[in-house]
Nanobody
Framework: QVQLVESGGGLVQPGGSLRLSCAASGSIFSINAMGWYRQAPGKQRELVAA???????NYADSMKGRFTISRDNAKNTVYLQMNSLKPEDTAVYYC????????????????WGQGTQVTVSS
């Protein structure tokens, strides 16, 4: 049983910053990758950023230079530092993790957090 717990969402003014956190817990053998997705009203869910266990990162073009993803492997936690926020960044942000579990890590699962609202407005 694996659970992802998110925190850090809220209301922020344009140009401001937020830091999202997501901690994975449960019967985890290893975490291959963690990332963030977002979904705005009336739009499809899209990738924001992802990071592998080895530290390789991937960003959507609109987030490059403004957002930074990082992880603390000892805490099974991923972070998203969001700077220079714009109204168009308003969305529900979801944490995602690719996790191996079971005997010798023989099973592989894709888990999602509950989502946290980020609203950028004056």
């Amino acid at each position: 049983q694996v659970q992802l717990v998110e925190s850090g969402g809220g209301l922020v003014q344009p140009g401001g910053s937020l830091r999202l956190s997501c901690a994975a817990s449960g019967s985890i053998f290893s975490i291959n990758a963690m990332g963030w997705y977002r979904q705005a009203p009336g739009k499809q869910r899209e990738l924001v950023a992802a990071i592998t266990s080895g530290g390789s990162t991937n960003y959507a073009d609109s987030m490059k230079g403004r957002f930074t993803i990082s992880r603390d492997n000892a805490k099974n936690t991923v972070y998203l530092q969001m700077n220079s926020l714009k109204p168009e960044d308003t969305a529900v942000y979801y944490c995602n993790a690719l996790i191996r579990y079971g005997d010798y890590g023989s099973r592989y699962g894709n888990y999602w957090g509950q989502g946290t609202q980020v609203t950028v407005s004056s």
